[in-house]
């Protein structure tokens, strides 16, 4: 990213939430074959591009989940936060430092389209309607946080150069979150949230790679007919997710596992330019005690895009 914009990071809130008010609604309508834009005609220039795309996106997430019948989304894009925060759900108590929101079970994603925030308004989108297209497509399972959020960057590419010189410290030093420790949240500071991000993202992408063409075809498989996540992985790679998570981590230590080098997961590949920098230093730092972001309502779960300043 580029200097001086926002960096966008995820998080987990809790909230309670009806539909739409009207307000959201009376904004100028463009519709896709799977998608219904909402949005202040003043804004229109800025989001066409990312209108026009959406379709494509969509097919881009879709080729890694599977076709689904997901319905049609609601995508209300705002100008600024007073906006944002009008046209939430009753209910949900917008913040400040929130870039989007998505509401799985309603079909709905709410996202701020202020100037600074525009740059990134695609990996926003991505990494937003992931988490519709994962949630709706198992709306019974009790999917671990690291899956939710490491799926979702993983289709966003939200890599960023200070992610990967962080996780290559902590791989090297060892002292990488066990995948329980994020199993329901993710740490609130900015630079342990940094890191579970940046795991989750790394630890999916070697999970796809790992399986191959057929390892996240046969977990959706497992996960469609009924079983726990926990099950359907261990169905669909042949062993458990704690024997996965020690060949993930031994593989790591050598810094040379192909999976850092192709494809999509290219920009990984810049890890190693980084690993002179880094060094053999050990981020030997005691972490913080995990903790809640904080809460917008008690009830319903939602994904939050946070944003921080870069």
């Known amino acids: 990213?580029?200097?001086?914009?926002?960096?966008?990071?995820?998080?987990?809130?809790l909230v309670t939430s009806a539909?739409?008010?009207?307000?959201?609604?009376?904004?100028?309508?463009?519709?896709?074959?799977?998608?219904?834009?909402?949005?202040?005609?003043?804004?229109e220039p800025s989001i066409s591009g990312l209108i026009a795309r959406s379709e494509s996106h969509r097919a881009s997430i879709l080729r890694d989940l599977g076709e689904r019948e997901l319905?049609?989304?609601?995508?209300?894009?705002?100008?600024?936060?007073?906006?944002?925060?009008?046209?939430?759900?009753?209910?949900?108590?917008?913040?400040?430092?929130?870039?989007?929101?998505?509401?799985?079970?309603?079909?709905?994603?709410?996202?701020?389209?202020?100037?600074?925030?525009?740059?990134?308004?695609?990996?926003?989108?991505?990494?937003?309607?992931?988490h519709i297209a994962?949630?709706?497509?198992?709306?019974?399972?009790?999917?671990?946080?690291?899956?939710?959020?490491?799926f979702a960057e993983l289709q966003a590419k939200e890599f960023s150069l200070e992610q990967m010189r962080q996780f290559l410290g902590h791989a090297?030093?060892?002292?990488?979150?066990?995948?329980?420790?994020?199993?329901?949240?993710?740490p609130s500071h900015h630079r342990q949230v940094s890191l579970a991000y940046a795991q989750s993202s790394?630890?999916?992408?070697?999970?796809?790679?790992?399986?191959?063409?057929?390892?996240?075809?046969?977990?959706w498989a497992e996960m469609a007919r009924g079983a726990?996540?926990?099950?359907?992985?261990?169905?669909?790679?042949?062993?458990?997710?704690?024997?996965?998570?020690?060949?993930?981590?031994?593989e790591l230590t050598s810094l040379s596992s192909g999976y850092l080098f192709t494809g999509e997961l290219a920009l990984w590949g810049l890890i190693a330019l980084l690993f002179v920098y880094v060094g053999w230093h050990s981020f030997r730092r005691r972490r913080h005690a995990l903790s809640e972001i904080p809460h917008a309502g008690d009830e319903d779960d939602q994904e939050v895009v946070i944003l921080r300043p870069h």
């Not at 998505?102 to 926003?124: E, H, M």
């Not at 790394?202 to 075809?217: H, S």
Request: proline share 5%; glycine share 6%.
């Open 228 to 250: 726990s996540f926990h099950f359907a992985l261990q169905r669909a790679y042949g062993t458990t997710l704690d024997a996965l998570e020690t060949e993930w981590r031994r």
């Open 71 to 130: 319905g049609r989304t609601r995508v209300i894009m705002t100008h600024d936060f007073d906006d944002f925060r009008t046209v939430q759900p009753r209910g949900f108590r917008a913040l400040e430092w929130m870039a989007a929101v998505a509401f799985p079970s309603r079909n709905l994603v709410v996202i701020r389209a202020d100037a600074r925030l525009l740059p990134q308004i695609d990996q926003t989108f991505l990494h937003e309607f992931s």
């Open 134 to 150: 994962l949630m709706r497509s198992f709306p019974r399972a009790r999917l671990p946080h690291w899956f939710i959020e490491g």
């Open 202 to 219: 790394v630890f999916v992408a070697w999970l796809k790679r790992r399986g191959g063409t057929g390892g996240f075809r046969k977990l």
């Open 19 to 43: 539909y739409p008010s009207a307000a959201s609604l009376q904004k100028k309508q463009r519709a896709t074959r799977h998608f219904d834009f909402y949005f202040d005609p003043s804004i």
């Open 172 to 186: 090297v030093g060892g002292t990488l979150y066990p995948l329980a420790e994020l199993d329901h949240r993710f």
């Open 1 to 13: 990213m580029k200097k001086g914009l926002c960096a966008i990071w995820i998080s987990l809130a």
